[in-house]
């Protein structure tokens, strides 16, 4: 990228945010703390009112605005790309308000973008191979992220896989995100006094409550490993080619990752599970690719579910 434009990119990035630090500008572009006080200084040479503030960074007078942005070709491709996977993830209220923001963006592009934006939208698709997903009551996305942007108690009732009716919850939610094709929630659950996971298509309603609570200072993977602290845990050490059944399994396990070793042509990595049961059912998928150093017990569990797979399949025979 050369300077000219990097420092209309700095100007863009500095309305995302009301403060931007010069760390998150020499992250982006990859460049020096120098260089980003020099690129700085050259917009507010050309008028641009950017104020500071020790020890935090920088911001853009209040009232301050560009004209309207315009998009490369990539970044219409990303962002038609992100629209397809909430056709299959997103409720149907934040689709639609999703399809409504792209209306606007093609409605900015040059006609030859225009034809190209079309073409990507009708060859691009996301599949399941687990079947559909979206089970979401409507609008609960929104609502739940304008909760957590407004630090607000959530009221749900909950419907957990081991209770046979819902119950009813106050919450202070934390992080949301997509985890094995479902939508969860992380959040503080005031019943039971300690961090809970709660996957949202299990949520039957949900109400914002008028109650504010404190921020939580704590991160999100700070969060995750208490949350796994709560739990009966089983150590499991697994080796592995490098390569695309490594990511696999480390983006999976993530939470109960512990560390990792070179061993060359393969990765050895430390984790740990709360379910042995479900691991050893989750790992028959990457057949050879993996090699259990321990537990032993799980080498029997996942023999177990071979042989019910053998004997299912003899069956249609």
């Excluded at 991160?219 to 697994?238: A, E, G, N, R, T």
Aim: aromatic share 10%; net charge neutral; with cysteine.
């Amino acid at each position: 990228m050369n300077r000219i434009d990097r420092v209309t990119a700095i100007l863009i990035q500095l309305q995302t945010k009301r403060v931007v630090t010069a760390k998150e500008i020499a992250q982006r572009f990859n460049i020096s703390l120098r260089t980003v006080y020099r690129d700085i200084r050259t917009l507010e040479a050309a008028g641009i009112p950017i104020g500071s503030e020790a020890g935090k960074g920088y911001f853009l007078a209040e009232g301050f605005l560009l004209p309207p942005v315009m998009f490369t070709l990539t970044e219409v491709g990303a962002l038609i790309t992100a629209g397809k996977f909430l056709d299959s993830y997103g409720d149907e209220s934040f689709k639609k308000n999703f399809a409504s923001a792209m209306y606007k963006i093609k409605s900015i592009l040059k006609y030859s973008d225009k034809d190209y934006a079309q073409e990507l939208e009708s060859s691009t698709n996301v599949y399941s191979t687990n079947g559909p997903k979206n089970t979401l009551a409507d609008n609960i996305i929104a609502t739940i992220q304008t909760a957590i942007c407004n630090k607000r108690i959530l009221s749900i009732q909950y419907h957990a896989s081991d209770r046979k009716e819902p119950e009813f919850r106050m919450i202070e939610p934390v992080s949301m995100g997509v985890y094995e094709q479902y939508w969860y929630l992380i959040a503080f659950c005031r019943l039971r006094n300690e961090y809970r996971n709660f996957r949202v298509d299990r949520i039957i309603s949900i109400h914002i409550e008028e109650e504010f609570y404190q921020s939580h200072t704590d991160s999100v993977d700070q969060i995750l490993k208490q949350m796994l602290s709560y739990k009966k845990l089983h150590k499991v050490i697994l080796r592995i080619e490098k390569g695309k059944t490594y990511n696999s399994i480390k983006n999976r396990y993530f939470p109960g990752f512990l560390e990792e070793t070179d061993l060359g042509s393969k990765i050895e990595i430390k984790f740990q599970t709360d379910s042995l049961e479900i691991l050893g059912k989750q790992l028959i998928e990457y057949e050879s690719d993996i090699e259990i150093v321990e537990p032993g017990e799980l080498k029997c569990i996942i023999r177990k579910h071979w042989e019910q797979i053998m004997n299912h399949c003899r069956s249609l025979i």
